[in-house]
């Protein structure tokens, strides 16, 4: 766990030379012995993993799970355990997602989630299956929810310090905000790459102002267009989570083979962790 650049740092220098090989004997581990499902510790045979590329952060699919998402759950679990999050029945989570796998599967391990996407127009026909929150505005009542997950969305938001104050709005005291994102981990400074333009339309490449070349990433709601990349987040991202009213934020390096959690170039994948 590091709370702040410094201490990263500090890490980084001692243990870079190491990473590409722990990389790598991760990977024999996972290909001999298989993983564990974070959640319910049921094996899963190295068989049924799905690896594409070299980008093992983004790959090692199961059942919907990415290494990065396996590394999320493992946290959550972590929080279970310690008794800092209602049980599992009781637990009211908020993902802004809902059309992934992923989910789906948080539908299946907890009653009480609720899901959206971001749907600003009024006629997209998606609205019939599935709720439109906009993060940086949304509509849920202050304190209303135990634990705030996102998965891959603050590089893609318009107007990140807004969409942190308002998770910190609707947790509860005590709540937890548990997010992964591409994080620049090498840099005290977010790399902000578009600015969004008063009165122009979120997400839009040619409304917003562009700073670098326009980035996109994949869109599982619309596929066909990608989501405009705003900015990679870095260590300024904890004072970002403190200001919003967010108290001791860190990122957690989460290493675990036997869970199938591994990162691209790094041996783990880097998860916020932060509380109301």
Same mark, same amino acid.
């Given at each position: ?5 410094p201490?990263f740092? !500090?890490h ?6 190491q990473?590409?090989?722990q990389?790598q004997?991760a990977?024999?581990l ?13 094996p899963?045979?190295a068989t049924?993993?799905s690896?594409s590329?070299?980008? +093992?952060?983004e790959?090692l699919v199961h059942?919907?799970?990415?290494s990065?998402h396996r !590394?999320?759950l493992l946290?959550?679990? !972590?929080? /279970?355990d310690?008794?800092?999050i209602p049980?599992?029945?009781?637990l009211?989570? +908020? ?8 989910a789906?599967l948080?539908?299946?391990?907890f009653?009480h989630?609720?899901?959206?996407? +971001? ?5 997209d026909?998606q609205?019939q ?6 993060l940086?505005d949304l509509t849920?009542?202050?304190?209303s929810?135990?634990v705030?997950l996102?998965?891959e969305l ?5 107007d990140l310090p807004a969409?942190l104050a308002?998770i910190s709005r ?5 709540g ?6 591409p ?6 400074d977010t ?15 040619a409304?917003a ?14 596929p066909?267009q990608?989501s405009?990349v705003?900015q990679?987040?870095?260590w300024d /991202?904890?004072d970002?989570a403190r200001?919003?009213? /967010?108290s001791?934020?860190?990122?957690h ?11 691209q170039e790094i041996?783990a994948?880097m998860?916020?962790?932060a509380?109301?």
């Open positions: 766990m590091f709370t702040g650049f201490a740092q !500090a980084m220098q001692r243990s870079l030379p990473w590409s090989a990389v004997q990977l024999r996972i290909a001999l012995n298989g993983i564990r499902d974070p959640i319910t510790q049921a899963v045979p049924t993993l690896v590329g070299g980008n +093992y952060r790959s059942n919907g799970c990415l990065r !590394a999320v946290v959550l679990q !972590a929080l /279970l310690a008794g800092q049980p599992a029945e009781q009211e989570l +908020y993902c802004p997602e809902a059309i992934t796998r992923f789906a948080l539908r299946q391990l009653p989630v609720l899901g959206s996407e +971001y749907l600003p127009d009024l006629a026909p609205r299956h599935f709720p439109h929150q906009d940086c849920l009542p202050d304190g929810v135990d705030v996102c998965n603050f590089e893609h938001l318009y969409a308002e609707i947790l509860r005291p005590g937890w905000l548990v997010s992964t994102c994080f620049a981990y090498n840099r005290a790399i902000v790459k578009a600015r969004h333009r008063p009165g122009a339309t979120p997400g839009v490449a409304e102002e562009l700073l670098m070349e326009p980035e996109f990433h994949g869109d599982p709601v619309h066909e990608g405009l705003y990679i987040p870095a /991202l904890l970002q200001s919003a009213g /967010l001791d934020p860190a990122i390096w989460i290493a675990a083979p036997s869970y199938g959690v591994l990162g041996p994948v998860v916020l962790v509380r109301r």
